[in-house]
């Protein structure tokens, strides 16, 4: 497990709240200078806590609403990192994960609507491992958020 202390903490803390603040902004808010704010920064970086910086878009606004979490069943043991592989072409596939239970894994899908969703979910299954999918389209997002540090 990472070691972050109660200023590390804070500043990520306020880096999610809004990643464009200035080092001198969160600086302000966490009571060090801004030189202290940016090393703390590189540092939680360095050690990947920190993954990067990104603009977060709300899919609908550029044409991809339609939504579908999708259970895949392969055949035979297939690896993860092969699963990862088969997938990584599809550009609908926004997210994929291993899971426990019947599944092998679980992959959210965004489309532009219903018509490219089963076009994408079709592409899904000729993956040469998939032996069957179970799909569920999201009919309204509920709660949709980022981490917190305690």
């Keep these: 497990m990472l070691r972050m202390d109660a200023l ?4 990520i803390s306020q880096l999610v709240a809004d ?25 939680l970086l360095d050690l990947g ?6 603009a977060v878009v709300d899919p609908e606004a550029l044409g991809w609403g339609t939504e579908a979490f ?16 088969g997938l990584e072409p599809l550009p609908e596939v926004v997210a994929a994960y ?6 092998d894994a679980i992959v959210h ?5 219903i018509h490219h969703l089963e ?15 179970v799909s569920t389209v999201v009919l309204s997002r509920l709660l949709e958020r980022q981490p917190q540090p305690e």
């Design 8 to 11: 590390d903490q804070r500043i």
């Design 19 to 43: 990643a464009r603040a200035s080092y001198a902004e969160i600086g302000a808010e966490v009571g060090l200078s801004a030189p202290a704010v940016k090393r703390r920064v590189d540092k």
């Design 49 to 54: 806590v920190l993954q990067g910086f990104t």
């Design 70 to 85: 999708v259970e895949v069943h392969c055949e035979g043991n297939v690896p993860a990192h092969r699963i990862r592989v």
């Design 98 to 103: 291993t899971v426990s239970g019947e599944a």
């Design 109 to 113: 899908l965004r489309a532009a609507n």
């Design 119 to 133: 076009e994408a979910m079709e592409r899904l299954r000729s993956v040469e491992f998939v032996s069957r999918t």
